[in-house]
């Protein structure tokens, strides 16, 4: 079966194609991208006013399975990942057990071809049971599917060992994701140490917490050369310690999450616990950094940290709360605002959450190359929607924007040329 998306305005930074092309699909794979295509297609898509781009891709998810089937399921998570726009996604090891063997890996690519809605990357715990005392076996779980490694949910405290593991994944070529965290600046704390935390009376975590962490890390990258990505980065301070080393010519890359472009500390007031994560929401100066690096290519990846958590679990006392939000099904939209607000461009925002996610994991993807794989993503920038609970595929409904006006979200969605969500809905 060949298909046909004719008209939609095609935005791939790899081929510097910016404006209005058709595509064939034919066996999974790209057939051809041209102006107009006068070729018969068994089925033709009119993506006329749309955005095509290459797959969207999020390296860094937390699907919760197995052991927290009641937060999110790989099913749930993929669903959600697909009506937000993305072909691919990273689940993070913070599984229970954890995710450090090679069956782990095994497992979840098991679930994402009985699923067959999008593609499965696995990330490896770096050390055993996330201790930060012992490494895993590299080796052993990229041979089960492992695309990186990370103990994201703990920093990895001892130099030692963060030193020898930038080492030993040098010789399977995985990148580590690091979760930067002074854990004695972090010292219990539950939101950003400012004017908000004294107003509200709860423990402050100072932005140095990340910083003083980031800074130690690209000095390991550097001694190590190995491949270090900064997950989840929120705070200016960061931000220019990562700039200068990039200037400096560090091989380290960074990603930012949608909600530190978006909300400051100040979204904490009422106790609202929808506003809780790690790294915690920082100041409107911190959100301005943000985006200020975003402009810059500072900031080479948006992904979501997306964090189910239970309502029950969240609907306690601010301090006693976990952790975490939900974001696959809002990210896109949310990102879009940066291209409305001439933040970034189309092609920088495709760059952030497609190209350079692909780039992070060395998969080849992230672009429409002819005779590539045809994981596609159409978005419809006018389309016009509210964040509802009941309307959201995840299992968990945590999330600081429900009741936002959106604009702009993913109406058709292919992998390895498989039409699994059309016009806005799943078909798989």
Known sequence: MNILIRGGHLVDPKNNIDGEMDILIEDGRIKKVSKKIAEKADKEINAKGKIVCPGLIDIHVHFRQPGFEYKETIETGSRAALKGGFTGVCPMPNTNPISDRRSDMEFLMGEARRLNLIRIWPVGAVTLKQEGKELTEFGELKKGGAAALSDDGRPISDSNILRRALEYA????????????????FCGGCMNEGFTSTKLGLAGIPAESESVEVARDIQLADLTQGRLHFCHISSRKSLDLIRQAKKAGSKITAETCPHYFHLSDEAVLNYNTRAKMNPPLRTAEDVQAIKEALKDGTIDVISTDHAPHSESEKDVEFDKAPFGIIGLETSLALSIRLVEEKVISWTELVKKMSLNPALVLKNDLGHLSEGAKADITVI?????????????????????????????????????????????????
């Open 380 to 428: 419809d920038p006018a389309a016009e929607w509210t964040v509802e609970k009941e309307k959201l595929e995840s299992k968990s409904k945590n999330s600081p924007f429900l009741g936002w006006k959106m604009k702009g979200r993913a109406v058709d969605v292919f992998v390895d040329g498989r039409h699994v969500l059309q016009n806005g809905e799943i078909k798989n």
């Open 170 to 185: 040098k010789k399977f070529d995985l990148p580590i994701l690091i979760h930067a965290q002074d854990e004695g600046l």
